[in-house]
């Protein structure tokens, strides 16, 4: 081989080396492209990813502080309610102590008028003591205060006291010892009774 085509081997190599480097200059650049490609759009992924789970949290935290309130506000209604119930139980019997030390006078009133003889039922002073037991009864009436019925009525232990049984049993009140009063929907004071069989029709008219 001449000097020449030693000269022309020599070129070829060294084009053939050029193209090989740019060919491995052009594959780098574009695997770098391709990886900056893929970063770029992997990061607002991660962005986007990040703050939807932050916005969840929030959304948790939100609905737990909502929850939270919303049973707070309904302790302090049922609070308010139950205080205003309790606060009109204690003014509608607030004068249930007084008005049980009370009754024992109008016991002495009622047995005061029953004990007056039938001819001095029209004596101004017996009239005078009339008309003092109504004002007291019309007083404790406009108190909510009421009689209790007994006579003729089954026994009521919730309202009734038995004092005594009739031998021949039976669970009617026959006879009243003791008249017994309400205040409203309680008792202030039972009524003190006889228990006994209830009376015939015909027991009725003989007696």
């Known amino acids: ?14 084009r053939n080396r050029e193209d090989a480097e ?29 703050l939807t789970d932050e916005l969840e949290k929030e959304r948790a935290r939100s609905a737990e502080y909502l929850d939270q309130a919303q049973r707070t506000r309904a302790e302090l209604i049922n609070y308010r309610r139950r205080t205003e119930q309790e606060m009109q139980v204690a003014r509608r019997f607030a004068a249930e102590h007084l008005i049980a030390r009370i009754l024992p006078v109008i016991d002495d009133f009622h047995r005061a008028i029953d004990a007056v003889p039938d001819a001095d039922k029209d004596n101004p002073w017996v009239q005078g003591v009339r008309l003092i037991e ?16 007994t006579l003729g009525k089954p026994f009521d232990p919730s309202i009734h006291e038995a004092v005594s ?7 009617m009140v026959v006879e009243e010892f003791q008249r017994g009063y309400k205040l409203h929907d309680r008792v202030v004071r039972p009524a003190m009774v006889k228990v006994g069989r209830a009376k015939s029709s015909e027991q009725t008219s003989e007696a």
């Not at 490609?37 to 986007?48: A, F, H, L, M």
């Open 165 to 171: 049984v009739d031998s021949d049993g039976g669970d």
């Open 22 to 50: 740019r060919f491995a200059d052009a594959a780098n650049s574009g695997a770098s492209e391709t990886e900056t490609d893929k970063n770029d759009t992997e990061e607002p992924q991660i962005v986007e990813t990040n």
């Open 134 to 149: 109504r004002k007291i009864w019309s007083v404790l009436e406009s108190e909510g205060v009421q009689p209790i019925d």
């Open 1 to 14: 081989m001449n000097q020449d085509e030693r000269f022309d081997a020599d070129t070829e190599a060294e």
